[in-house]
């Protein structure tokens, strides 16, 4: 453990962008526990991060004090803009902020329809739709644009009961509220942002309002019933936690295909042992949900003193834990920087854990397993457009932006 030594997590620095996983190595080797110079821990050790995620003790909501946030703000000159944003609101009220009992009630409500069953059921439904999305592919294509987008959206768009003609709109919407996972962003991000999440609430609530009128077989006029028959969830909760499903729905997924993709496509050896034994591409996307992990970070807030690697943590005080470190912690993974899709025993931190694991976990496996599994079927071989990756401007969330590729049958 170390107290703001010269290794810290920096993701401000721009080739952290480009490429995290030195910088990573550097924190797991001389600093995997230490006082981030923005205020709480951090943590990058598999061990660390695996038990706060599941520690009873602690939460996702009051990440900072009202002060912290209002420090924070002014020295990005936000503050004016946070007051008179839609983003307070939504952040008290969405799923992911919220601990139990309300956290309980909303995830009950929306869980019956994403467990490994359910999800399971709905395998040869995304079959037919990633042979629909590669019908008339030859050549190339761009994997985000064309496949790793469209085929989740799809999915989250049918699983709601959003009109699928409307996803494009929503994509947009979509990227520019996902900004708002970093901690930093500059006021116009900041505004893009909430304006995106402006929209999905008018969105939403007209959409909301429609499926009380006619409901439908849909999660949104599932959600509504449970409130009206006695579960409840306010307006203000179905409309955020609307918005939480879809972009949750297909961000995640929608990097885990693009980062699939683009390290088979630089790793042959790993996309001919798929080709030579297709059973193999559920051990597969573990290891691509380990090895370049859609989302890299996450946060949690001590509600009682804690020690954790060494660390006392107070009530109040932040931490962030670094799952694209703990993916590659050599105490955990046997060489962690090699790729290996036949590896024994992955269990990636990807999802996070305890009660906040991640809802579409099950979702996101099944979808991956298909796309990827569909798309080295079918083109054996896949080659790079270029060596050189457009990646997100999240920190948050990984993935190509987009990733041209030759393809060969």
């Known amino acids: ?4 030594g010269e290794v810290v997590f920096n993701p401000f620095d721009p080739a952290f962008r480009t490429d995290p996983y030195g910088a990573y190595a550097r924190l797991l080797a001389e600093a995997p526990v230490h006082r981030s110079p923005l205020g709480g821990w951090v943590f990058a050790r598999y061990e660390d991060c695996h038990n706060l995620l599941r520690h009873p003790g602690v939460t996702t909501g009051a990440l900072m004090s009202d002060g912290e946030r209002e ?16 983003v307070p609101e939504f952040m008290n009220t969405v799923i ?14 929306m869980a019956k329809v994403f467990t490994p069953r359910a999800v399971e059921a709905l395998r040869a439904h995304i079959q037919q739709l990633v042979d629909a999305l590669l019908a008339d592919v030859e050549g190339g294509m761009d994997v985000v644009a064309d496949l790793a987008f469209p085929l989740p959206a799809l999915v989250i768009c049918e699983m709601l009961g959003v009109p699928v003609e409307d996803r494009e709109e929503l994509k947009h919407w979509s990227s520019a509220a996902a900004r708002l996972l970093d901690p930093i962003v500059d006021p116009e991000v900041f505004r893009r942002a909430d304006e995106g999440l402006r929209r999905f609430t008018d ?5 909301i309002a429609e499926r009380r009128a006619r409901p439908r077989d849909d999660l949104l006029s599932d959600l509504i019933q449970a409130e009206e028959e006695g579960e409840r969830m306010t307006d203000a909760e179905l409309v955020a936690n609307a918005t939480f499903l879809f972009g949750a729905g297909h961000e995640t997924t929608q990097n885990l295909i693009g980062n699939g993709v683009h390290l088979l496509a630089r790793h042959q050896d790993q996309r001919a042992i798929l080709r030579d034994d297709p059973s193999m591409i559920k051990n597969a996307i573990e290891e691509f ?6 989302v890299q970070v996450t946060a949690r807030s001590a509600t009682s003193p804690l020690t ?7 009530v109040g005080e932040r931490c962030v834990l670094l799952l694209a470190a703990a993916n590659r912690d050599p105490d955990r993974f046997e060489d962690p920087n090699r790729l290996d899709v036949a590896r024994a025993d992955v269990r990636p931190l990807s999802f996070g854990g305890g009660i906040h694991h991640c809802l579409g976990a099950a979702l996101a496996r099944v979808e991956g ?3 990827v599994g569909t798309l080295v079927r079918d083109f054996p071989g896949i080659e790079l457009e270029s060596d050189e990756v457009e990646w997100r401007e999240n920190f948050t969330l990984r993935g190509p932006k987009s990733l041209p590729v030759r393809l060969s049958r």
């Open 289 to 294: 949900l380990r090895f370049e992990p859609p």
């Open 203 to 207: 969105y939403f609530t007209a959409l």
């Open 308 to 314: 954790i690697g060494g660390a006392d943590i107070d």
């Open 369 to 371: 397993q298909v796309t």
């Open 71 to 86: 420090m924070l703000l002014r020295a990005q000159d936000l503050w004016d803009d946070w007051q008179h944003s839609t």
């Open 96 to 109: 992911l902020m919220r601990d139990p009992p309300d956290h309980t009630r909303m995830r009950s409500l």
């Open 1 to 4: 453990m170390t107290d703001a």
